[in-house]
């Protein structure tokens, strides 16, 4: 048994037998049942029979479902529930009496059963047809994020449903991982890495910036020790920031370029970060970032980004490749196009990780396939 949620006008309770009355004044109505599921109840012995199930349903401690009452009166007006679970997360349907319509009653409702499942669950879901104009009003004043609008038939007839989510925390906490690769700390890179930094924040997006370029950091020696003990055996910059990487939500990867390629310290860190971290980066968002004086930056944008495509980690671009020129960090400050592209480039991955969150919500991961390894002379 679930306790009473209270609201300003409202008590919702569980239901009784002696609500069948109340309950059959909206079930028969065609007006109230045009966008449910089931079709109206032809008699107060089928409203009986349908609730002494719905009253049986309650032996199940996941049951939730509520009348809706109005405290004044103790008239018993509409009904609120879960119906249903989509990927663990609770689908809400509700009801209510056609006379008690505009009033702002279902949506004090659905404010409080929203506020109670979410004392469990971080997302909850509900659907409204689109042309139910005050179903999708009320859904949206309690703050519910449309996601998608899908035909569905339903009672023999087509309708467009619109899908909603509702993420305690809107899409909570995102953070990404910026790797500094240049040699000098407050160089070029660093302007450029800024640059997006700031866009990223700007979107609600954490940052946590770390400078590799200017560590001794060697090269991985193909030893698989860390297949054994999940880390690197050089301990160095790779082993303290790879559980970061793991937490993070995406990562954005700074180099000068260097005779057309990225600085070699980052790629030591790279190989090593990404062959000896045994985490799953499929989704993780992954953005290149070149400084170069003058060309060669091209070749080193293509370098980075190899570890995200063979990692199921999509790339974020921009309005032009995610580059900047300069020889000082004072010179970065006059290439307006390539700052500018910067903060697109943030703002991009901003929007990315959100919509990769809310569609993992929705549809889940893609699996991936797996198999042996085969080698191209012998198949095998």
């Known amino acids: 048994m679930h306790k009473n949620l209270h609201t300003e006008r409202l008590i919702l309770r569980e ?73 663990g997360n609770p689908v809400i349907g509700y009801v ?29 879901v509900i659907e409204a047809a689109k042309d139910n104009i005050g179903s999708n009003k009320v859904i949206q004043k309690n703050g519910f994020r ?7 038939s339903m009672k023999g007839e087509e309708l467009e449903i619109n899908g909603y989510r509702y993420l305690k925390g809107g899409v909570g906490r995102m953070r990404v991982l910026i790797i500094n690769g240049s040699g000098r700390t407050n160089g070029c890179t660093a302007r450029a890495l800024k640059e997006v930094a700031d866009a990223l924040q ?32 050089f301990n160095d910059a ?34 090593r970060l990404f062959f000896s ?10 953005a290149a970032v070149v400084s170069s004086r003058r060309a060669g930056s091209t070749s080193a944008f293509d370098e980075i980004n190899k570890y995200f495509t063979i990692s199921q980690m999509p790339i974020v671009s921009s309005n032009y490749w995610n580059e900047v020129h300069g020889f000082k960090a004072e010179d970065v400050e006059k290439d307006i196009e390539g700052l500018r592209t910067l903060r697109n480039l943030g703002h991009n991955m901003a929007f990315m990780l959100k919509a990769i969150k809310l569609g993992r919500l929705e549809f889940g991961y893609p699996e991936t396939e797996k198999g042996p390894s085969t080698s191209f002379t012998d198949g095998l």
Request: hydrophobic fraction near 35%; charge should be negative; include cysteine.
């Open 238 to 271: 790779v082993n303290e920031i790879a559980p970061i990487f793991e937490e993070a939500d995406g990562i954005v990867v700074g180099t000068p370029v260097y005779y057309a390629h990225a600085n070699g310290n980052v790629i030591s860190f790279l190989d």
């Open 15 to 87: 239901l009784k037998e002696s609500d069948a009355e109340a309950i059959f004044k909206w079930a028969r109505d065609p007006e109230v049942t045009r966008y449910l599921t089931w079709n109206p109840h032809g008699s107060i012995e089928v409203t009986e029979t349908i609730l002494a199930l719905w009253l049986k349903d309650y032996e199940n401690e996941e049951c939730y479902r509520y009348g809706i009452e109005l405290k004044e009166s103790g008239e018993l007006i509409g009904m609120i529930d879960v119906v249903g679970y989509h990927h």
């Open 146 to 152: 449309y996601v998608y609008t899908e035909k569905r």
């Open 202 to 233: 700007e979107d609600g997006i954490e940052v946590n910036t770390y400078n590799v370029g200017n560590q001794d950091i060697r090269g991985c020696i193909s030893c698989h020790s860390c297949r054994k003990t999940g880390r690197c055996v």
């Open 96 to 124: 209510s009496n056609r006379d008690f319509w505009n009033k702002g009653y279902m949506t004090e409702a659905l404010n409080a059963f929203k506020n109670m499942l979410l004392e469990k669950y971080d997302t909850i």
């Open 277 to 286: 971290t045994r985490f799953d980066k499929k989704m993780k968002v992954g």
